[in-house]
Nanobody, 115 residues
Framework: QVQLVESGGGLVQAGGSLRLSCAASGSIFSIYSLGWYRQAPGKQRELVAH???????NYADSVKGRFTISRDNAKSSVYLQMNSLKPEDTAVYYCHAFSRSVDYWGQGTQVTVSS
């Protein structure tokens, strides 16, 4: 079992920045991938950025150059620095872990970008 607790998010004007944090606990050594997804109203949940088991990173094309994923292994945490935010980045952001063929999700945190 893996537990994920997110923090951060909120309301920001277009062009602004936010930082999301996710603390993982439980069977963290079995985590294969760890990262962030988002879901906007009326849309499917989509990958934003994640670390693979090999340590490489993947980003959605829509956030490349603006968002940066990072992690602190000592704190079992992953972060998402979001810069140059756009109204279309408005969504609920979820921390995600894939471990032993199971998807784990955080509770989600709302990010709203006003124009």
């Amino acid at each position: 079992q893996v537990q994920l607790v997110e923090s951060g998010g909120g309301l920001v004007q277009a062009g602004g920045s936010l930082r999301l944090s996710c603390a993982a606990s439980g069977s963290i050594f079995s985590i294969y991938s760890l990262g962030w997804y988002r879901q906007a109203p009326g849309k499917q949940r989509e990958l934003v950025a994640h670390f693979t088991s090999g340590g490489s990173t993947n980003y959605a094309d829509s956030v490349k150059g603006r968002f940066t994923i990072s992690r602190d292994n000592a704190k079992s945490s992953v972060y998402l620095q979001m810069n140059s935010l756009k109204p279309e980045d408005t969504a609920v952001y979820y921390c995600h872990a894939f471990s032993r063929s199971v998807d784990y999700w955080g509770q989600g945190t709302q990010v709203t970008v006003s124009s």
